[in-house]
């Protein structure tokens, strides 16, 4: 260990599909781990603990937790960090709600959140929660640059198992719509700190008539750092909508794609923008009387739902002005669920691949398939998805089987442009302007707004920047071909390029800077050639990359290894993208089957423990190589979860992943200790194969009660995760 108070490995507590797979999977590796001394601890980062952390003067001294995402947010500055991050919940406001009514009813005395905060005491119960939900994660842990890429194993397995893929015609309707202008890529503004400006910094708002509101104040800007401005007309976006809605063609779907759990402030106001006007009928008809039910759009129809429940007459005019409207892309067709129900359900980094991997199709209304209007408001990043919607378009699906790889190389280290926003991010309550203003006077950017208006600022620190460049050179000469997605006509792309062009220049190494359309096109004609490309981008286009390649390449995007370098020489682990699975969670209550995919968890496992060894730690380093061999033979021998009862599930491949690392342990010959430990465990594991399949197996088909969703009971989640006596007997 690095020291007495630091563990060799922290595995963190999340949500949902991820959690429940820890279960059965963190037994295992604390049992194998410990046998060569290997301390492996957990830190709560879900969104139960980081609201029980969050209120603990109304909680018992036992219902009392620590505040584990600050204490990781330090560790993570430290080169004794070695951290597995699964994913966890981004909560939307419908989410921090469900949570909180949940523990609740467990008997935890926390508030309510107060959507409309009126007293000083709601404000400030609404900032606490405001503070935990969205991207409340990630920024703090993300003290390095990412990353992505598959695993070679993950890769070839990929190529040789293909999987299904659908049929692209050049005729399809499918396309995407973004606004005219007005949005935030076209008043955008950008410039870099220099020595004179560096120090403190706040934001204000100047009124028509010339009062002055501090909007945020106290912020530090370094020599050095790169510092966006900019902001999205309301009233361009509703007639965007509109016009939208009124040039559906007929058998095309409308849907809106957006991520409104990550960019928390923005993009629900944006997605109630599409709820308002998609329903301006039934509003204008009601719009009082739901108001006063509590309604607001930013919630989506299914709020709406759910406070008009009962009242016929809402009821009916509700369906009425659904009916009248074009058809929308569906979450759940045979359940109702609409792009436009819930603001989490549809999130574009997954919603957009799906449609795109699918042939341009989504679900309609009637539970059949038809071509998508896919409205991603902001200029961007739109071009992306709409160039590749063109590319296949143009050439048809991509064939699995010869296609290269696209891994991701994303500067988000230190809160890293538009995902740091949200502190920043505001929405404009009358007509005036917006500055941000430096410690010597200087206005730095200026904007005038309308009420309605959303505006933020974003920052990219130089360190993180060169960092991000230095890391993408080495990518580029580990893969050999590369790109950096940046838009000189775009202002925060055009500081960016000030420091790449130079870097490339002292390295010796020509890497094209394009902007993202371009990069796309580029990245796609060398894919479907069977070459390998790294994107080299900021943070959300390595957030949307790192699902769009990957759902095409590999069907999935959880299966990606993603490797931090944290800047101060720690690790960071992180098992993938691809969510936290709500419909796995679903299905395991239902029919007690987990079909979540724990590779990604596989292959960062492998990760942490070489970082261990390269640490010093030689024991570490035959762990992690086991658990490489072990991670390839769960794929090549198929025994990774299928979607149905009596199929493979999460828990079988566990099985087998323990199997076969206790195998590759026993068979190896660098420590003969851990050989002769892991040799009766390998021999166990595989006589009494029928037997544990048995018992996980004789689980399914019948209702699991987990005690919880968001904060599960740990007693019966286990009984549930853990069915097989007999292998719980061999591991412990």
Not at 19 to 47: C, H, K, N, Q, Y
Not at 224 to 232: K, S
Not at 586 to 601: A, I, K, M
Request: net charge negative; proline share 5%; hydrophobic share 40%.
């Amino acid at each position: 260990m690095a020291n007495s108070d630091t563990p060799d490995i922290i595995y963190t507590i999340v949500d949902e599909a991820p959690e429940l797979a820890s279960a059965s999977l963190l037994p295992i590796i604390r049992s194998f781990a410990g046998a060569a001394d290997i301390s492996v601890a957990t830190r709560d980062i879900s969104l139960a603990g980081r609201i029980l952390a969050t209120f603990p003067e109304n909680l018992t001294d036992e219902q009392r937790i620590s505040d584990d995402l600050a204490a990781l947010g330090d560790l993570v500055k430290t080169p004794d960090a070695n951290v597995i991050k699964l994913p966890n919940i981004s909560a939307s406001v419908p989410q921090l709600n469900a949570a909180i009514k949940e523990l609740q009813g467990q008997g935890y005395n926390i508030p309510d959140y107060p959507t409309e905060a009126n007293t000083d005491e709601e404000k400030a119960i609404q900032a606490r929660y405001d503070a935990i939900k969205g991207s409340a994660v990630n920024p703090v842990l993300r003290e390095g640059n990412s990353d992505r890429r598959s695993a070679k194993a993950v890769k070839e397995y990929a190529k040789q198992n293909p999987h299904s893929m659908g049929e692209w015609s050049a005729d399809s309707k499918t396309c995407v719509a973004s606004m005219p202008g007005n949005d935030f890529f076209a008043n955008e503004k950008s410039a870099t700190i220099n020595a004179a400006q560096a120090g403190g910094a706040k934001i204000v708002f100047l009124a028509e008539d010339g009062a002055e509101t501090v909007l945020k104040d106290g912020l530090k800007y370094e020599e050095g750092t790169v510092v966006d401005a900019t902001f999205l007309s309301a009233k361009t976006l509703r007639e965007f909508i509109k016009a939208e809605v009124a040039s559906m063609e007929p058998g095309v779907l409308f849907s809106v794609h957006l991520k409104a759990t990550m960019m928390k402030v923005s993009d629900p106001i944006i997605f109630g923008h599409f709820v308002s006007v998609y329903l301006e009928d039934f509003l204008a008809k009601h719009g009082d009387k739901v108001k006063a039910l509590g309604f607001n759009p930013n919630g989506g129809i299914g709020d709406l739902e759910a406070k008009i429940k009962g009242d016929a007459e809402l009821e009916a005019d509700l369906k009425a002005a659904l009916d009248a409207k074009p058809p929308m892309y569906m979450v759940n067709s045979d359940k109702g669920i609409t792009n436009l129900h819930v603001p989490s359900d549809v999130i574009i980094d997954a919603s957009m691949p799906a449609v795109i991997r699918a042939g341009g199709i989504g679900w309609g209304p009637d539970g059949k398939a038809a071509d998508t209007k896919c409205c991603i408001p902001d200029n961007s990043y739109a071009g992306v998805y709409n160039e590749t919607i063109n590319f296949f378009k143009e050439n048809g699906k991509l064939d699995v089987t010869t296609a290269g790889a696209v891994s991701n190389v994303g500067l988000m280290a230190q809160k890293a442009e538009e995902y740091g926003s949200h502190p920043t991010t505001f929405e404009m309550a009358a007509n005036g302007k917006v500055q941000i203003v430096l410690a010597n006077g200087d206005v730095l950017h200026e904007h005038s707004v309308e009420a309605g208006d959303i505006w933020r600022s974003a920052t990219a620190k130089k360190a993180p920047i060169l960092d991000w460049i230095k890391l993408g050179i080495n990518r580029t000469k580990a893969t050999g071909l590369a790109a950096f997605w940046l838009d000189a006509n775009r202002a925060h792309d055009a500081e960016l390029i000030k420091y790449v062009e130079p870097a490339l220049k002292e390295a010796g190494i020509e890497i094209p800077i394009m902007a993202p359309e371009a990069a796309t096109r580029f990245s796609l004609e060398n894919m479907v050639q069977g070459k390998d490309v790294v994107t080299i981008t900021g943070n959300v286009l390595r957030d949307y990359l790192t699902d769009l390649f990957p759902i095409l390449e590999l069907g999935t995007s959880a299966k990606m290894l993603s490797i931090v370098s944290l800047m101060q020489g720690g690790g960071l682990f992180e098992t993938g993208a691809g969510g936290s699975a709500p419909k796995h969670v679903q299905q395991l209550v239902e029919e007690n089957h987990l079909r979540w995919d724990s590779l990604g968890e596989f292959c960062a496992l492998g990760e942490s423990f070489k970082f261990l060894a390269d640490k010093g730690n030689a024991k570490a380093a035959v762990f992690g190589a086991a658990v490489e061999d072990a991670t390839q033979k769960v794929l090549l021998n198929n025994n990774s979860p299928e979607r149905k009862v009596g199929q493979n599930d999460n828990r079988t491949s566990h099985y087998f992943f323990a199997r076969y690392w206790a195998e590759a342990l026993a068979a190896q010959s660098d420590d003969a200790d851990l050989a002769a430990h892991f040799a009766p465990i390998a021999k166990d594991l595989a006589e009494k194969e029928r037997a544990i399949l048995a018992e996980i197996q004789a689980a399914e088909g019948k209702p699991a009660d987990l005690g919880g969703y968001y904060h599960t009971d740990p007693v019966k989640t286990a009984a549930v995760m853990r069915p097989s006596a007999t292998m719980n007997a061999i591991i412990g």
